[in-house]
């Protein structure tokens, strides 16, 4: 099954980091945001991806095309009989990477309609190139059949970035809850999607997130997952940093695989 993951975008309130480089490409404990997905789907047993490039797309492609020169000691031999020999593994054996170029300023709907001719399987998986989850992919992807329709979000309880307060009358201070859960649910990215999906995309300008997912819900066609776990998506220089410490500290939920 294809694992669509969305990395075209310009990440303009990240432009600390994204300046020179895709959001994708920005590093959490060393490694691109993109490896750590990669590595969540990988830890489940999906291996076969499918990336939408945009903005500085390049970078994503050099660093695939170097991935095992970067991540093996190897010998060369220079020379017009030149050959490279590596030594020892990495830990991403056997991943299948395509590499789609779906334009500088293509909306997430067009992206996703670019790489159908990508995608074979009656039920791939999209998600976006910047947010990090412990959800359970293969259950999720089982809960995704047993309902039978086009579409599956994985929906999460966001949480408020500031403390919230009670008041009380008189302005008394009843309650005070440090970034609270709310009771709503929020779209965290990491869907299942049956090939139907591409009858609702249009061209480049169509945002995923508006006319296609709206006339799903209206349809029917749109069911959401719901995840108690972490979920964490890295919009701000601020949450960037959080993740980072995170890792750092050895508390990164999303850590799943080995």
Not at 143 to 160: C, D, E, L, Q
Request: with cysteine.
């Amino acid at each position: 099954m294809k694992v669509v993951i969305l990395c075209g975008g310009l990440g303009t309130r990240l432009r600390e980091e994204t300046e020179f480089r895709p959001k994708p490409m920005v590093e959490v404990g060393g490694r691109p945001i993109l490896w750590h997905i990669m590595k969540t789907y990988a830890h489940h047993g999906f291996r076969d991806f499918v990336l939408c490039l945009g903005y500085r797309g390049n970078t994503i492609k050099d660093y695939f095309l170097n991935y095992e020169a970067m991540n093996n000691d190897f010998s060369i031999c220079l020379g017009q009989k030149s050959q490279i020999c590596y030594h020892g593994s990495h830990n991403e054996q056997g991943y299948s990477v395509t590499l789609a170029d779906t334009g500088i300023d293509s909306m997430t709907g067009g992206r996703i309609h670019r790489i159908h001719r990508y995608v074979a399987d009656d039920t791939f998986l999209l998600t976006y190139g910047d947010g990090v989850s412990d959800v359970d992919i293969r259950s999720l992807v089982e809960f995704h059949k047993s309902h039978g329709k086009i579409a599956t979000v994985t929906s999460v309880s966001p949480v408020s970035r500031f403390g919230m307060l009670d008041l009380a009358h008189g302005d008394r201070v009843r309650k005070f809850t440090e970034k609270p859960i709310s009771e709503g649910w929020m779209n965290a990215g990491y869907f299942v999607l049956n090939r139907e999906i591409f009858d609702y995309l249009g061209g480049d300008d169509c945002i995923f997130e508006r006319e296609p997912l709206e006339r799903l819900a209206a349809d029917g066609q749109l069911m959401a997952y719901r995840h108690r776990g972490f979920f964490y998506a890295m919009d701000t220089f601020r949450e960037y940093q959080h993740l980072n410490d995170l890792w750092g500290t050895g508390e990164a939920p999303w850590r799943v695989w080995a």
